[in-house]
């Protein structure tokens, strides 16, 4: 087991049952296994304070779910003044690389 932050281990249950509902559908992406995954068992023990769980759940509702490839209303993480962090639309790797 890694030492430093990660050093609580998770019960295997724990990974099991969340796996478990994932409805093993292989062209979806099972959004709330992974909010369950990353809110409750790699961070929810280490968030103590009620407010900073609420705002671990707001951000995972906010950055994780199917609307990050909504077509028609596209997800920007950020948009600014010559700048627009947005998810780049499905190519080649070249094209990524080359942006």
């Given at each position: 087991?890694?030492?430093?932050?990660?050093?609580?281990?998770?019960?295997?249950?724990?990974?099991?049952?969340?796996?478990e509902n994932s409805s093993g559908d292989s062209d979806s992406i099972p959004w709330g296994t992974?909010?369950?995954l990353i809110g409750e068992a790699m961070y929810g023990g280490r968030v103590s304070d009620s407010f900073?769980?609420?705002?671990?759940?707001?951000?995972?509702?906010e950055y994780m779910g199917d609307f990050l490839?909504?077509?028609?209303?596209?997800?920007?993480?950020?948009?600014?003044?010559?700048?627009?962090?947005s998810i780049p639309k499905r190519g080649e790797h070249s094209r990524y690389v080359a942006a």
């Open positions: 087991m890694p030492s430093g932050l990660w050093c609580t281990p998770l019960p295997s249950s724990t990974l099991t049952k969340a796996s992974l909010r369950y900073d769980r609420r705002i671990l759940t707001t951000y995972l509702d490839f909504d077509t028609f209303q596209s997800f920007h993480f950020y948009m600014g003044r010559g700048v627009d962090y």
